[in-house]
């Protein structure tokens, strides 16, 4: 009998002395504080489905955004089907090509590193994900990094070939960016943009054939909707 009034006690005792701060979901998590802020995730990646309970957390909840902030970027472009890389096979050994790249990287890492929020911004190799990787994944990933955040970008673009007002001296080139902003440490999205952008360009001197327009057209527009995105980006981590 001592014992059992014994137990009772100490469940009392137990109860009384924990905290209704952090509240765990039925799959373990424990996910939000009493204030609304969500500081660990709520999603379940072993069932991939969300609560009810969670969900409604997720919508009325809200995530904390630090004042030194690390992001990783990722280029979803060299896996999707749709991009320059898949339709243009492009030696990796082409040093044009390389470079355009580099000026891709520049122009976007130019911008966010603008934000005062922003410390440092870390590229994810491609050796790191292929084409099968998830947005789990890609999130794992980016905690290995010890990334704040993970910028995931997908790079589409391609020449107007049936614009019938051009003239064989001019060429018209479109790009459009897709992109996310996933915090690492809730896996919640707060951003994403589609941007399109589109240049137009005519032939000026006989020393650059039609083809070398083409390219110089096409990297112009890229750039234009990288550096568009990266403002984005800037803005929303100025205003959160």
Known sequence: MRQIIGLIFGVIIFSSCSTPMNMASSNGYIQQNNTG?????????????????DIKKLLDGKILIGDSLRIALFNYSFYSKGSYYFKHYVPWNDEEFLKTQQEYINALTSEINGAKKVNKTLLMPSMMA??????TNLRETAVRLQADFLLVYNIKSDIYYKYKVLKADETKAFATI???????????IPFTTIITKESHRK???????????????????????LKEMGLEIKEFFSKN
């Open 37 to 53: 802020t969500i500081d660990q995730s709520l999603f379940n990646s072993q069932d991939r489905t969300i609560s009810e309970n």
């Open 130 to 135: 292929d084409e099968k990787s998830t947005i």
């Open 178 to 188: 897709e992109a996310f902003l996933m915090d690492s440490r809730t896996g919640v």
């Open 203 to 225: 032939k000026t001197s006989n020393e650059i054939t039609t083809e070398e327009l083409r390219k110089k057209v096409e990297k112009e527009v890229v750039l234009m909707a």
